[in-house]
């Protein structure tokens, strides 16, 4: 066979198999899915769309009856009494005592509604707000008084009171940065 044959097959083959790489990269660990609600309610609660899905893929994997060891529910890993309270400000959702929550309309409302009032409340930055969604906003809250961490966190390269909470910060930023890479036109996607 043909040198110059042999090389084209070769560099086809490499480019066949990069394309299925991408393809099950983003079909399998970066998926889009509930696309329509992430970008109603991203939209609706002033939320980054990438952000929404980098938290969903780090809670649950787009497992929407995922129930956690704390007993958090659905795509966006919601406890029960985080969702009525965070209901309450708004009343927006239709709760039923919580037998709906892994609904994933009502969970990925209540997961941004939550999201953005962490956001606000730590005055637009994503790593605190991250932070306080993982370890809650007291321990956050009490680790910026101590001196754990600072009011203006802006890295992943830090050791929190909680590895949990390190490893949490760390795997969203790493997802909302691939997310932001492999899907360039989410935002105006709908």
């Known amino acids: 066979m043909n040198k110059k044959v042999i090389s084209y097959s070769i560099l086809i083959i490499i480019l066949i198999l990069i394309i ?13 899915e509930y696309k329509e609600e992430v970008l109603e309610y991203s939209q609706k609660y002033n939320l980054d769309p990438y952000l929404v899905f980098a938290v969903i893929n ?3 994997g787009f497992d929407k009856n995922a129930t956690s060891s704390k ?12 969702a009525q309270e965070v209901n309450e ?9 919580g037998e709906n929550i892994y609904d994933e309309n009502i969970n ?9 009032s962490l956001i606000t409340r730590y005055d637009g930055n994503y790593y605190l ?17 101590q001196g754990n961490i600072s009011e203006s966190l802006n890295t992943t390269d830090v050791q929190l009171p909680f590895p949990e909470t390190t490893k949490y910060l760390r795997k969203v930023i ?6 932001k890479i492999i899907y360039p036109n989410l935002n105006t996607s709908i």
Request: glycine share 8%.
């Open 20 to 32: 299925c790489g991408f393809i099950c990269i983003k079909t399998f660990v970066y998926p889009l």
């Open 58 to 60: 780090s809670e649950s």
């Open 71 to 82: 007993n958090a529910k659905g795509l966006m890993q919601i406890t029960e009494s985080t």
């Open 89 to 97: 400000i708004t009343n927006s959702v239709d709760l039923l005592d």
């Open 108 to 116: 990925i409302e209540l997961g941004c509604q939550y999201l953005a």
């Open 129 to 145: 707000a991250i932070c306080a969604y993982n370890a809650g906003i007291g321990n956050v809250n009490k680790w910026i008084s």
């Open 174 to 179: 790493h997802n909302y940065k691939v997310y």
